[in-house]
């Protein structure tokens, strides 16, 4: 039984890579040949394939993702993604204020100590109010 060597692996990985994106990044070439060949099958199928999450929605959660890690790399990437996946200016507007506006109640929550229990509950709470409006409008 023939085996794929490394090396052929790495050849075909990265001229499926080529073939793909029109290029290889360099970012990939900072990979050893392993690492590649077991990342870029993920990174296909998760960055440009179809998954539970439509294209624009993933672009976006990685997009505010990307700026609470406050990363260029990641915010310019996922920036140019959900645009060409269809992002409109206006969604972007609001990403960049939902991105902060997550981290900061998170900030506020952590600096009261607040208990996650009490939290939880309350949260349960308001899901089951929530719930009882949005039948009453059906």
């Known amino acids: 039984m023939a085996t794929t060597s490394t ?14 994106l029109g290029m290889v990044p360099g970012f990939f070439g900072g990979m050893n040949r392993d690492g590649l060949v077991d990342e870029w ?3 296909k199928r998760m960055t440009l394939g179809e998954t539970a999450i439509p294209a624009k929605y993933k672009e976006l ?13 990641c915010v310019h990437f996922h ?4 645009k060409l996946h269809g992002a409109t200016d206006e969604e972007l507007t609001e990403l960049s204020f939902l ?20 939290f939880e509950s309350e949260v ?8 009882s409006h949005l039948a009453a409008d059906d």
Do not use: W
């Open 41 to 43: 099958p993920t990174f």
């Open 7 to 20: 090396a052929d692996s790495y050849d075909d990985t990265v001229t499926e890579i080529e073939e793909t």
């Open 124 to 131: 349960e709470q308001i899901g089951t109010h929530l719930q």
């Open 99 to 118: 991105a902060g506006y997550t981290s900061r109640y998170s900030s506020m929550l952590h600096a009261q100590a607040y208990d996650l229990d009490t």
């Open 61 to 73: 959660i990685n997009l505010a993702v990307a700026a609470n890690l406050k990363c260029p790399y």
């Open 79 to 82: 920036r140019a993604a959900a």
